[in-house]
């Protein structure tokens, strides 16, 4: 079942900002696994059926999966057919990948703001699972969308799954037990930095109240994310609240916005 929130009164002392480069540290501890909040895997089934349908009348011959984590997309769509690449920066999420997708895909490490992979190589970019906004600065993000457009082909599609800004604001500040698949406990606290406007998350460990994580995520507005498409050449196509591909709505608690590059015919 899904972690429902339980909000919290705000903290009004000072914290430090999470490290920019949380992420590194982060995705290669086994415990990631857990505190990301993975789907249960009927939940993953259903994201791939969506997918399929979206997919299928485009009959791409080159997908790239970027931030592909664990492969938990990029495997059943391998084996429904879809010739995908996966890449991601974590050398722990590149080996789980690749045990995944059991030789039949390509998983290169790299990092997202810098992708080792030719210009006009891919039909379709999927980003997906909230793996945008992680960089420290706009720039940065901004690049990241740079490097996905530079790999498709004219005409190719970009398909970005990313929070609701709205919907996630209105749930801040919150708090939880989150139980660990080895034993014990971490205490996760969300809240908004409206200085730097991200969404800061601490992990402490439930006895001592120590940090062992903090995770740090740029929530861009839909504005926002149309106007970075817009300066690297990718069009806005349109939106959805979901992979059952229904409009967005404001309670909708992810945006999936779909881009296509310029040049198509």
Same mark, same amino acid.
């Given at each position: ?69 664990? *492969?938990?997309?990029?495997?059943? $769509?391998?084996? &429904?057919?879809? !010739? #995908?690449?996966?890449?991601?920066? =974590? ?90 698949? *080895?034993?014990?406990?971490?205490? $996760?606290?969300? &809240?908004?930095? !409206? #200085?730097?406007?991200?969404?800061? =998350? ?20 839909l504005a926002e994310l149309e106007a970075m498409l817009t300066r ?34």
């Amino acid at each position: 079942m899904e972690n429902r929130p339980r909000k919290a009164s705000a903290d009004k002392t000072s914290r430090r900002p999470a490290d920019d480069d949380w992420w590194r540290a982060f995705f290669e501890n086994p415990d990631s696994l857990r505190l990301a909040f993975f789907p249960e895997q009927w939940v993953t089934d259903r994201q791939v059926d969506g997918l399929a349908r979206l997919l299928a009348p485009w009959r791409p011959r080159c997908i790239l999966d970027l931030c592909c984590g664990a *492969g938990r997309h990029m495997a059943p $769509l391998l084996r &429904r057919g879809y !010739p #995908v690449v996966g890449l991601d920066a =974590s050398s722990m999420m590149v080996a789980r990948a690749r045990s995944a997708v059991g030789g039949v895909g390509r998983v290169v490490r790299g990092e997202a703001q810098r992708l080792p992979l030719a210009s006009g190589a891919f039909d379709v970019v999927l980003c997906l699972f909230n793996s945008f906004g992680y960089l420290p600065t706009d720039e940065a993000n901004q690049q990241v969308l740079r490097e996905a457009a530079r790999c498709l082909r004219p005409g190719g599609r970009l398909l970005l799954d990313t929070r609701n800004r709205a919907y996630q604001l209105s749930q801040l500040p919150f708090s939880e037990i989150v139980a660990l698949q *080895g034993g014990g406990a971490i205490w $996760l606290e969300c &809240r908004h930095d !409206p #200085v730097r406007d991200r969404l800061v =998350s601490e992990f402490r460990c439930a006895g001592t109240g120590r940090v062992l994580h903090r995770a740090s995520i740029r929530c861009y507005s839909l504005a926002e994310l149309e106007a970075m498409l817009t300066r690297c050449g990718l069009r806005l196509d349109d939106t959805f609240g979901g992979y059952d591909w229904t409009p967005l709505r404001a309670d909708s608690r992810e945006v999936l916005i779909l881009a296509v590059r310029d040049g198509g015919a």
